[in-house]
């Protein structure tokens, strides 16, 4: 018998490899961070002996979802200001707000409310872009999530920085600081083409390139923002950033509700990743990426649930089913985006756009035992046909009752093992009085 | 002191009447099956005494809401087939299962499941079309939910009825059996223009005057659907209706995605209300209700679900946040169809549609006493401005903590009180297993 630490039996393994596989009353064999086998129940009690076994017997597991887009300081931003289109809403609302509260306690308490909520929906790693970095670092060390932290470069001032230099400055003081720190992997986040001039945009790409570090970057997400760019500078957003070669496999380009024919064509020549946040886009109007195209021509397009403050949760199965729904009506094919495409946008395209699809993303041996355990004996997702279906177009939230990170067990029968539940929502309700005066 | 059954505490009472108030720290005191009134807490408990009293310090409590349109018989089928074309869908998988499996106990039991469903996420009245009437509205006698039941007549032949003569003389013994069942209201849903000659629309709309009934019809849910009439019959489906008086007040037109300028005059003429789907118009690709333009017209716009195996849920509260996003991104306009608004589709707008908005759809004394409490304690809806932004765009069902139809507990504390979810569960994975093989 070989020693391993877990055995996690499951009634339904959903790999979400390339070739998705539904393996039934399979178990997943765990040695400290990683996963080093996937076999018949069976077979795993005749071959290993576990400090301790885990049995999901009416549950799906499954890889962590990977949320690609994010900015979860703003979790006291979220019901503040709905129902008003997207530069009324930022410019009127969500930056006044941020440059009056902004602050290293705010971020850090506001990021360890939406790891509560991310963990409690099943979500294992996010690709964040806001202010404070540390808070959010120190909050997802203390969490147990993986997070990929953006170093947000922009030239609007507020509590955190003032000018793009002293952005860049903060930015790469925080890369000294964390660039060894395991469980957080930095990634470089210019804001967008309307909030950077083009020198800054080309120090952001050349810190990237020198560091070695992913870029992500909100690009084309409106009409007015392409338009603003046609009337400012006679060119559209990415054609800019195609100038200055920032369009390649190394950028996440996210929103992307707006491609012309020729967008169409530099995309596919240069094949970045597209992060694509459907319910985000809908509540503000901004558009509907084409996914669908965008998958034909063979780009990876991950997901993400983008803020609290326009979606307004950081619930990755609901966004997988409006990722499914928005394709379907928009190109008037059902067939469009199913629920293993919309379940894979969720997990092994975010590994890819992370760049990290060699250690996550799919519930293989050799990678980080990030998965998850969704329950499907409830009456809302029974009878029971097809697992994924299930997942995508039936499930919720709660449904999802345990989280594992690295091997290190997040959520237990939906208690949350790292946070404080109680006192987190403690809190949100100091924060909301502040906030509300 | 004056004596009632019930006083119903709560941190926020939404009323949804047509001037919504959100009301803090109020009470609604209930006599037998009526509110017999909404007032401050303190001023509840210095006027009247209560044989029990129920707290909901961290909810809201609101009307129940109003599933405009389902086919609740279908519980067995949900994910059976998904990520599928419409007329794909009906001809070569739904109608062939309905044909195989049936009957009145597969109805029953379907029937129940969808109800436990339901209560669980906050419904109390549903508007249904099916077939075996009698199961369902058995069903929804010992479940204690208010049921609409269709005299769902067409001529497609199943294991129901074979042709519109049988599925009318079925229909009228059903109202002759029901007509005066507490609990059951009868409507009559000719299902579609596609499914029924002439002949058989205008004796549906003959018998519907005659017995004073509301209308349901499927009305233009796809553009196929359209063009088929227009090969057919040379006239849009809205305009053959139309022409045989169909289209009034008394009219539920189901679905409606597509609408020229004509149908457009057509509704704002004759004024029928309008039951948007939009996750299964979505989920089918069949379009985008216009719901937005409609309400500007002072169309009476409802809400309802369509079947799961078209949604996957019978979830309200996702439909609502479906709502509301569908029609900001179609319409390219944030501001369109607000939380309140969708809230309203939900309830009022419910009872409207259904002609019962005397007594049901909002919070007011006099009205039967539908509520639900949903707890907005979770870190999910956190930290809380707006109630109702909350309830559309952050809470999932599982927040519905209590439900009461007509004075009567049915949900409490997220448990069933009428039905028995184990053996519903139980139940649920007999039929799965006959189906499947």
């Not at 070739?19 to 009690?45: C, F, M, W, Y």
């Not at 890369?175 to 001039?197: F, R």
């Given at each position: 018998m070989e020693q391993v630490d877990y055995l996690i039996h499951a009634k339904w393994i959903i790999t979400c490899e390339e070739q998705n596989r539904v393996l039934e009353n399979h178990t997943l064999a765990i040695q400290g961070q990683k996963i080093v086998d996937i076999l018949p129940k069976e077979s795993a009690l005749q071959r290993y002996q576990a400090l301790q076994e885990h049995h999901y017997d009416t549950h799906a597991v499954l890889p962590g979802f990977i949320n690609s887009h994010t900015h979860i300081g703003m979790s006291f931003f979220r019901g503040l200001a709905d129902d008003l289109k997207l530069m009324d809403w930022l410019h009127n609302h969500m930056w006044p707000a941020e440059k009056k509260w902004l602050g290293q306690e705010f971020v850090y308490d506001a990021s360890l409310i939406a790891m509560a909520e991310m963990i409690r929906c099943g979500t294992t790693r996010f690709n964040d872009m806001f202010f404070?970095?540390?808070?959010?670092?120190?909050?997802?060390?203390?969490?147990?999530?993986?997070?990929?932290?953006?170093?947000?470069?922009?030239?609007?001032?507020?509590?955190?920085?003032?000018?793009?230099?002293?952005?860049?400055?903060?930015?790469?003081?925080?890369?000294?600081?964390?660039?060894?720190?395991?469980?957080?992997?930095?990634?470089?986040?210019?804001?967008?083409?309307?909030?950077?001039?083009?020198?800054?945009?080309?120090?952001?790409?050349?810190?990237?390139?020198?560091?070695?570090?992913?870029?992500?970057?909100?690009?084309?997400?409106?009409?007015?923002?392409?338009?603003?760019?046609?009337?400012?500078?006679?060119?559209?957003?990415?054609?800019?950033?195609?100038?200055?070669?920032?369009?390649?496999?190394?950028l996440n380009a996210v929103h992307m509700t707006q491609l012309d024919e020729r967008d169409f064509e530099i995309v596919q020549q240069t094949r970045p990743s597209i992060i694509h946040c459907p319910e985000s886009n809908m509540k503000l109007a901004s558009g509907a990426c084409p996914v669908e195209k965008l998958i034909r021509l063979g780009i990876n397009v991950a997901l993400g649930t983008d803020s609290v403050a326009s979606n307004n949760d950081l619930d990755m199965i609901g966004e997988m089913r409006s990722a499914a729904l928005l394709s379907k009506v928009t190109t008037g094919d059902a067939c469009s985006i199913s629920a293993d495409q919309a379940l894979k946008m969720a997990t092994l395209n975010g590994a890819k756009a992370l760049a990290i699809d060699h250690l996550a993303g799919s519930l293989v041996p050799g990678k980080i035992a990030d998965f998850i355990a969704i329950d499907l004996d409830c009456l809302e997702t029974q009878p029971l046909y097809h697992p994924i279906s299930q997942i995508v177009y039936a499930a919720s939230r709660d449904q999802v009752t345990d989280v594992w990170v690295g091997g290190k067990q997040l959520l237990k029968n939906r208690q949350l093992l790292t946070l404080d539940e109680k006192e987190l929502r403690a809190k949100a309700q100091i924060w909301r009085k502040k906030i509300k005066s």
């Amino acid at each position: 018998m070989e020693q391993v630490d877990y055995l996690i039996h499951a009634k339904w393994i959903i790999t979400c490899e390339e070739q998705n596989r539904v393996l039934e009353n399979h178990t997943l064999a765990i040695q400290g961070q990683k996963i080093v086998d996937i076999l018949p129940k069976e077979s795993a009690l005749q071959r290993y002996q576990a400090l301790q076994e885990h049995h999901y017997d009416t549950h799906a597991v499954l890889p962590g979802f990977i949320n690609s887009h994010t900015h979860i300081g703003m979790s006291f931003f979220r019901g503040l200001a709905d129902d008003l289109k997207l530069m009324d809403w930022l410019h009127n609302h969500m930056w006044p707000a941020e440059k009056k509260w902004l602050g290293q306690e705010f971020v850090y308490d506001a990021s360890l409310i939406a790891m509560a909520e991310m963990i409690r929906c099943g979500t294992t790693r996010f690709n964040d872009m806001f202010f404070f970095f540390e808070a959010t670092a120190e909050a997802a060390l203390q969490a147990g999530i993986h997070a990929h932290i953006g170093m947000h470069i922009m030239n609007v001032p507020n509590a955190w920085a003032t000018t793009s230099e002293e952005y860049f400055a903060k930015a790469l003081a925080f890369y000294d600081a964390y660039k060894n720190t395991e469980g957080i992997t930095i990634t470089m986040a210019p804001h967008s083409t309307y909030t950077l001039a083009i020198d800054d945009l080309i120090k952001a790409k050349e810190i990237a390139d020198q560091l070695q570090l992913k870029i992500n970057i909100h690009l084309q997400e409106s009409a007015a923002e392409v338009q603003q760019s046609l009337d400012t500078h006679h060119k559209r957003p990415l054609q800019r950033l195609y100038e200055i070669d920032m369009i390649s496999p190394n950028l996440n380009a996210v929103h992307m509700t707006q491609l012309d024919e020729r967008d169409f064509e530099i995309v596919q020549q240069t094949r970045p990743s597209i992060i694509h946040c459907p319910e985000s886009n809908m509540k503000l109007a901004s558009g509907a990426c084409p996914v669908e195209k965008l998958i034909r021509l063979g780009i990876n397009v991950a997901l993400g649930t983008d803020s609290v403050a326009s979606n307004n949760d950081l619930d990755m199965i609901g966004e997988m089913r409006s990722a499914a729904l928005l394709s379907k009506v928009t190109t008037g094919d059902a067939c469009s985006i199913s629920a293993d495409q919309a379940l894979k946008m969720a997990t092994l395209n975010g590994a890819k756009a992370l760049a990290i699809d060699h250690l996550a993303g799919s519930l293989v041996p050799g990678k980080i035992a990030d998965f998850i355990a969704i329950d499907l004996d409830c009456l809302e997702t029974q009878p029971l046909y097809h697992p994924i279906s299930q997942i995508v177009y039936a499930a919720s939230r709660d449904q999802v009752t345990d989280v594992w990170v690295g091997g290190k067990q997040l959520l237990k029968n939906r208690q949350l093992l790292t946070l404080d539940e109680k006192e987190l929502r403690a809190k949100a309700q100091i924060w909301r009085k502040k906030i509300k005066s």
